[in-house]
C-alpha cells in the first residue's frame, strides 16, 4: 500500500509541472466599433476583456475601419467563447454572439 501511494504521490508530482501556455491569436467580428465610436467601445472592450483571465491586454488592437479586434490569448486559462460572451455582457456583439442571447442589455448603437 505505502509503495502504490508513494508512485502515485511521484505521478502526480511529475504531472504538476506539465502545465505549458498555448498563446493563440483571435480575431473578433464587433460590428458596434465603428469610427465615430472607436473611443467609446474600445474603452468598454476593454473594461470587459480584463476579466478574462489568460487575454494578453498589451496585444489588443482595435481596428474600427473592419469593425475588428484581435488579441492574444493563453487558451489554457480561456476560451475562444468566454472571450465572445465577454463582449456580449459589455452590450455589444462578438462573433455573432449578441448580449440578447446571453441575456445582457445591448449597447446603443
Known sequence: ??????????????????????????????????????????????????????VDMASIQFDAANHRVTLKYDSMQTAKKNIEMAIAKAGYAANGVTPESIGAKTKAQ
Open 1 to 54: 500500500m505505502k509503495k502504490t501511494m508513494m508512485i502515485f504521490a511521484l505521478a502526480l508530482f511529475a504531472c504538476a509541472g506539465c502545465r505549458q501556455k498555448d498563446v493563440r491569436d483571435f480575431t473578433v467580428d464587433v460590428p458596434a466599433l465603428v469610427q465615430e465610436k472607436e473611443a467609446e467601445v474600445s474603452g468598454a472592450l476593454r473594461a470587459a476583456l480584463v476579466m478574462c483571465s489568460g
